[in-house]
T-cell receptor, first 114, second 111 residues
Framework: KQEVTQIPAALSVPEGENLVLNCSFTDSAIYNLQWFRQDPGKGLTSLLL?????REQTSGRLNASLDKSSGRSTLYIAASQPGDSATYLCAVRRGETSGSRLTFGEGTQLTVNP | DGGITQSPKYLFRKEGQNVTLSCEQNLNHDAMYWYRQDPGQGLRLIYYSQIVNDFQKGDIAEGYSVSREKKESFPLTVTSAQKNPTAFYLC??????????FGPGTRLLVL
């Protein structure tokens, strides 16, 4: 059974700092890995999706890397801003079919202080 | 606008009552999902459906039921058999090989 772990559970940083969020998974047979953002009381917003054949994806100040063989992914946030404060969840997808399920980590709650 | 809608935003359930959460999508996605989220935890899969008139149990299906009579709709019923229903419920949909798109969620509270 796939298990996804995120470290740390919570992180508080001053504005402007670069930071790294970690995600690990136990079964390397994945189709892709996604990072999501969740604001309090809201749904999830997809940030980055990395296919199993890719090493990294970038969007603006966000960069996600994937090392499938070691079961690890990192989300790098450059020049953090107070608006980045949210919970960040990673999820791995097992297969390609439209019904293939995601397994989620418990999330990292990020607070960026002005 | 394309997207996923969930209603209501808040729902109150009395003991012994069944309640139904609505989820509608206009993204033409085949697959739809229901997740439960408890405070400080990740999402756990309740049920999912890959096609109309077909659905499968997820990891925590006991006390829940679903139907998929239309491609656009995937309602979730929380039955009286679910003894701890207080949680945040999220609906999602996806196409083949695509990311899952999430609705805004329904918070269920027990009176």
């Amino acid at each position: 059974k796939q298990e996804v772990t995120q470290i740390p559970a919570a992180l508080s940083v001053p504005e402007g700092e670069n930071l790294v969020l970690n995600c690990s998974f136990t079964d390397s047979a994945i189709y892709n890995l996604q990072w999501f953002r969740q604001d309090p009381g809201k749904g999830l917003t997809s940030l980055l999706l990395i296919q199993s054949s890719q090493r990294e994806q970038t969007s603006g100040r966000l960069n996600a890397s994937l090392d499938k063989s070691s079961g690890r992914s990192t989300l790098y946030i450059a020049a953090s801003q107070p608006g980045d404060s949210a919970t960040y969840l990673c999820a791995v997808r097992r297969g390609e079919t439209s019904g293939s399920r995601l397994t989620f980590g418990e999330g990292t709650q990020l607070t960026v202080n002005p | 606008d394309g997207g996923i809608t969930q209603s209501p935003k808040y729902l109150f359930r009395k003991e012994g009552q069944n309640v139904t959460l609505s989820c509608e999508q206009n993204l033409n996605h085949d697959a739809m999902y229901w997740y439960r989220q408890d405070p400080g935890q990740g999402l756990r899969l309740i049920y999912y459906s890959q096609i109309v008139n077909d659905f499968q149990k997820g990891d925590i299906a006991e006390g829940y039921s679903v139907s998929r009579e239309k491609k656009e709709s995937f309602p979730l019923t929380v039955t009286s058999a679910q003894k701890n229903p207080t949680a945040f419920y999220l609906c999602a949909s996806s196409g083949r090989g695509e990311t899952q798109y999430f609705g805004p969620g329904t918070r269920l509270l027990v009176l």
